[in-house]
């Protein structure tokens, strides 16, 4: 018979990420494969961006961690919900910085709450927090139980340009690629020294070690572990398709004569650059798929997951009937890259688009906007070696002609040597990720550490 004073067994998990599509997914992804391991996991965030994250979830563990998967809607009051402008010369998403903003003001007292409510009757609550959300830490400061964690959901190398305050090519410092508001935003947040027990980042050893080790010399890292649990991109399941048509397309296709391009949920193009794209796609006479939507705004169900129509590209695509694919909205990105046919992506270099193009050994043509985008894209192109850079990472914007699109696809998809030797390479890479993350694997050795960490007596 138990004692009266026995402590209760079970570790809590509770996550908080920032409201974006490229922080919502892949903290859902850890927060599925911990619950599928019957850990109770906790994800918090506003109702919408939850409804978000679930709407867009495309692995496969959803429905095997569902009972041990918990959401937790905040009731925030709704705040602007503006669209984007295709013409601001600043590429950074502004407009979704009042869901941000909305998250400082509106956030702490509902997680405090959680956390105390859930403490009496778990032995430890870990909380992880998407790295430009500190602020969330203070809420673990009131429960005695409680220990905290950073997620990184971006590359090694962009922590370590933001803080060696890196310049680019042109002189660019790498914080420019940043607005000045998101900035503000993350420098009235109290620094994470001393606050976390370790942090997590959504990258894999092989690819990032340098970075890694420069970055736990960093005094801000000082006495904190890293754990390098990526790439969180699920497989794709076999017999199972979400592309429809899009996969059928691709099925009649011959292997590695598609290139897939997309520029992420936070970026936005103007119509004379969408029109140099499509002349350049064009032009370059390889297949194509171009999702062609806009960026998310903070509420995307307001008016739905808007199309966009292209009244320019009515008769491009009419022209390239056969020979390419225009999407209008929502992709299975991931499945499309696992797809044979596919034989490059021409890509803005988010995170986790590098993440399951290298998982997926597909060669990337890097055309980096804003964000940690530039420095993904210099490793990509300049340290792994398994890309082709379209556009240098600057902080003004500038016009990607024609002439540029058909050059890099032709240098990637047109059968040369360069392009030959860099989709070797990519397949070499793609099999390493893919090892990472099974038994055995870096990646997957630190996911157990992690979890060894939080479940200790």
Excluded at 16 to 22: D, E, H, T
Excluded at 114 to 133: T, Y
Excluded at 275 to 287: V, W, Y
Excluded at 421 to 437: D, H, I, P
């Amino acid at each position: 018979m138990g004692s009266e004073n026995e402590q209760p067994k079970e570790i809590a998990v509770v996550m908080v990420p920032l409201p974006a599509q490229g922080h919502l997914n892949p903290l859902l992804h850890l927060s599925s494969q911990i619950a599928a391991g019957g850990i109770h996991v906790h994800y918090v965030s506003s109702a919408t961006h939850n409804r978000q994250a679930r709407h867009r979830f495309h692995g496969l563990n959803l429905a095997a961690a569902a009972s041990h998967l918990h959401f937790h809607d905040l009731d925030f009051p709704s705040g602007p919900n503006p669209k984007p402008n295709p013409d601001n010369p600043v590429k950074f998403p502004t407009h979704l910085q009042p869901s941000f903003d909305a998250t400082w003001a509106h956030l702490l007292p509902h997680l405090s709450s959680l956390l105390i409510s859930l403490s009496p009757s778990h032995r430890r609550i870990a909380l992880l927090v998407d790295s430009a959300m500190s602020f969330a830490i203070d809420a673990a400061s009131a429960v005695q139980n409680a220990e905290a964690f950073a997620f990184h959901p971006s590359s090694a190398i962009c922590s370590v340009c933001y803080l060696d305050q890196t310049e680019f090519d042109g002189g660019a410092a790498f914080r420019s690629f940043f607005s000045e508001g998101f900035l503000q935003f993350i420098n009235r947040q109290r620094p994470m020294k001393n606050r976390v027990a370790g942090r997590l980042f959504n990258t894999c050893r092989w690819i990032e070690q340098k970075y890694l080790d420069r970055l736990s010399e960093k005094p801000v890292f000082s006495g904190q572990r890293i754990f390098a649990i990526g790439p969180l991109n699920p497989a794709v399941a076999a017999g199972r398709s979400e592309g429809g048509c899009l996969i059928s397309w691709l099925d009649e296709q011959p292997a590695a004569s598609v290139v897939y391009v997309s520029f992420g949920t936070t970026s936005t193009m103007s119509k004379e650059q969408v029109r140099e794209i499509a002349a350049g796609l064009e032009a370059s006479r390889q297949r194509f798929i171009w999702v062609r939507r806009d960026a998310d705004r903070c509420d995307i169900f307001e008016d739905g997951e808007e199309q966009v129509v292209d009244f320019d590209l009515v008769e491009f695509e009419k022209r390239m009937e056969g020979k390419g694919k225009l999407v209008r909205g929502w992709a299975p990105q991931l499945e499309i890259l696992a797809h044979p046919s596919i034989g490059g992506f021409l890509s803005h270099c988010g995170w986790n688009s590098c993440l399951e193009a290298m998982s997926s050994g597909v060669p990337i043509l890097a055309w980096p906007m804003h964000s940690d985008q530039p420095a993904n894209a210099f490793l990509v192109t300049e340290v792994l070696m398994t890309g082709i850079p379209v556009k240098k990472g600057t902080a003004e914007e500038e016009l990607v002609t024609a002439e540029t699109v058909r050059e890099s696809l032709e240098r990637l998809m047109a059968g040369g040597d360069e392009g030959k030797e860099l989709r070797r390479r990519a397949r070499e890479m793609g099999e390493k990720l893919r090892a990472a993350v099974k038994e055995g694997g870096s990646s997957k050795q630190d996911f157990d550490a992690f979890l060894d960490r939080i479940m200790r007596p």
